[in-house]
């Protein structure tokens, strides 16, 4: 079976009512908005960028604000930290002292040797008795 060309059909007519046309611009009105030179684009679109730019420049000056005052907290509580930590290291000293000083006493006890503060007692006593044997013999 052999084609027929086509027939072209006909337009249809749209239901739709046409939309109210705007008052045309003057060539005059159209030059007026449209920027003339590289320098007026540039400004132009910079003007509109303005409230972005601010929005993100009060944004950057917040977020600073919020991370100074984080940071001083922190060091804060670092600094806190520390000193718990250096007065707890010198309560662990001084236990740790006196447990190293018991177990050295003891241990000189059983091996039956005098402590420091032992022998500096019996240097006392011999003092004391050299010096009531010293008044006895000048009695005599």
Do not use: C, Y
């Given at each position: 079976?052999a084609r027929?060309?086509?027939?072209?059909?006909?337009?249809?007519?749209s239901?739709?009512?046409?939309?109210?046309?705007a008052?045309?611009a003057?060539f005059v009105?159209?030059?007026?908005?449209?920027?003339?030179?590289a320098?007026?684009?540039?400004?132009?679109?910079l003007?509109?960028?303005k409230?972005?730019?601010?929005?993100?420049?009060?944004m950057?000056?917040?977020t600073?604000?919020?991370?100074?005052?984080?940071?001083?907290?922190?060091?804060?509580?670092?600094a806190?930290?520390?000193?718990?930590?250096?007065?707890?290291?010198?309560?662990e000293?001084k236990?740790?002292?006196r447990?190293?000083?018991s177990?050295?006493?003891?241990?000189?006890?059983?091996?039956?040797?005098?402590?420091r503060s032992?022998?500096?007692?019996?240097?006392r006593?011999?003092?004391?008795?050299?010096?009531?044997?010293?008044?006895?013999?000048?009695?005599?």
């Amino acid at each position: 079976m052999a084609r027929t060309p086509a027939t072209p059909r006909p337009a249809r007519k749209s239901s739709k009512k046409p939309a109210a046309a705007a008052k045309p611009a003057t060539f005059v009105e159209t030059l007026k908005e449209v920027p003339q030179t590289a320098e007026a684009r540039v400004k132009a679109i910079l003007d509109r960028g303005k409230p972005a730019i601010e929005r993100a420049q009060a944004m950057v000056n917040e977020t600073q604000k919020n991370l100074t005052k984080q940071g001083k907290a922190i060091q804060k509580d670092l600094a806190h930290r520390v000193a718990d930590i250096g007065t707890r290291v010198d309560k662990e000293r001084k236990t740790l002292g006196r447990k190293v000083e018991s177990a050295v006493k003891t241990t000189l006890a059983s091996l039956n040797i005098p402590t420091r503060s032992e022998i500096n007692l019996l240097a006392r006593r011999v003092e004391e008795l050299s010096v009531k044997i010293d008044s006895l013999k000048r009695r005599r």
